[in-house]
């Protein structure tokens, strides 16, 4: 026969093995309960209307954010790209003065007269060619208004070194014209004084002239590197 303590642990194993039946089908039934409520058409429609009116529109205004921070840099890179093209532009014309100047030296050297008239000519010339010397200078600095700070620095001051190094050299072709206007220096003399001029043209302007021409295009050089990530 059983004893009734032997009795009493049986009766407690059933009823816990009972118990824990009993949670098993709780956890499961709140599961399916949870599911099937998942499933509706009630809460179907209240995720539908959280994804259309909160996630789908904040993610669209990250989007766009994200284009338009895109955009905002593209733009302000190709304003610097086309800053630094018509640096470059600018600069070369300015150069051209350089030539102008020469050049005019070497007329006046055909004219042998010595006459007024000719020395007038040659001074009114030279102050319309000055002026628009300055303009055209002003137009370079002003176009390098856009190209990045450190870089401009630079530039800058290789463009004011190239600028001194300018003005020597007119000052040279102006004290020959005027010898050959005035003076009459001799044809040899004349040609001693164009040859050194000629030698700190190329010696001088030339090299600070294309010194400052290769920054840019170093600086271009970057930018255009910079302007692929965009494609």
Known sequence: ???????????????????????????????????????????????????????????????????????????????????????????????????????????VGLDDSGNSSAIKQYMTQTVEMDNRRFRQNALFVGALGLIDEKDRDVIQDSFNEYLSSVQQLLFVCEAIAEKKLIYKTSRDKDEENLQKAQASLSKGADKLYEQTLLMLKNYLHRLEVQSEKYF
């Not at 956890?27 to 179907?44: A, H, I, P, T, V």
């Open 1 to 107: 026969m059983i004893s009734n303590e032997d009795r009493a642990k049986i009766v407690e194993r059933i009823r816990a093995e009972n118990e824990i039946r009993k949670e098993l089908a709780e956890s499961e039934d709140g599961k399916k309960n949870r599911c099937s409520w998942l499933e509706s058409k009630f809460s179907l429609l209240i995720i539908g209307a959280i994804l259309t009116g909160v996630l789908i529109p904040t993610f669209q205004a990250t989007q766009e954010t994200i284009k338009w921070s895109r955009q905002n840099r593209y733009d302000n890179l190709k304003y610097r790209l086309d800053s630094a093209r018509v640096a470059m532009k600018e600069l070369t014309i300015t150069h051209a003065f350089v030539a102008e100047a020469f050049e005019r030296v070497k007329i």
